[in-house]
């Protein structure tokens, strides 16, 4: 089974960007969906953006990610991405990594990165 770690949170003002990182160990990111998922205090985790696909061509993001962040995928370096940029106080949550086996059908998740948008 695979492994995952995210990195790459912290304080950041509104308007500014910021880039997670997700490390997998254990298995190949090729053998899953992967995605990003976000959780604000008092809320219940949401979808932030999904790729998928052997090319990695099939991606969706939540309407408020659209325009404004980026997930993509280093398979050499088994690592999920999420770019974020013009962050909005209401982009602040916990952000998790997701991986789902392609053919198991079963999740696996990460710690979770803190992310904080403030002035």
């Known amino acids: 089974q695979v492994q995952l770690v995210e990195s790459g949170g912290g304080l950041v003002q509104p308007g500014g960007s910021l880039r997670l990182s997700c490390v997998a160990s254990?298995?190949?990111?090729?053998?899953?969906?992967m995605a990003w998922y976000r959780q604000a205090p008092g809320k219940q985790r949401e979808s932030v953006a999904i790729?998928?696909?052997?090319?990695?061509?099939?991606?969706n993001y939540s309407d408020s990610a659209k325009g404004r962040f980026t997930i993509s995928t280093d398979s050499a370096k088994n690592t999920l991405y999420l770019q974020m940029n013009t962050l909005e106080p209401e982009d602040t949550a916990v952000y998790f990594c997701?991986?789902?086996?392609?053919?198991?059908?079963?999740?696996?998740w990460g710690q979770g990165t803190q992310v904080i948008v403030s002035s």
């Open positions: 997701n991986a789902k086996h392609l053919w198991t059908n079963l999740n696996y």
């Open positions: 254990g298995d190949s990111i090729r053998l899953y969906a």
């Open positions: 790729i998928s696909g052997g090319s990695r061509d099939n991606i």
